[in-house]
């Protein structure tokens, strides 16, 4: 089952239970802008049809990472590990920004998902 509204859904727990968080297309820190997800909890993830979820283990789109394109219910790997995520549409390439824009905000500053792709 994909993700019942937003483009992701994390959990805290194993098999989509617990405390979630539903996000859209972008960047975000946990425990500062996912609401009842924090940092260092998420054990499963779904995803919408036709994005990718990358995980990283710190904040602002550093540190190890891993990109998920299909419901997944243990993070085999990445349990209450990831720090930070971005979610984009497939095949976009990007990176992580700092400046105005929405999503991760760590202190002063923001950072969002620029879509780096070719036309
Ligand atoms: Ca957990």
Sequence with gaps: MPPAAGKAQVFADKDYQGASATLEEGCY????????????VISSLKVAAGYEVTLYADYNGEGASKTYTSDTPWLEGFND???SIQIAAAGKTGEWSQGSGSSAETGDDWFYFEDTSSA
Excluded at 29 to 40: E, I, M, Y
Aim: aromatic share 6%; proline share 0%; no cysteine.
């Design 29 to 40: 820190n946990f425990g500062l802008n996912t609401g009842a997800v924090g940092n260092d």
């Design 81 to 83: 590990t990831a720090s």
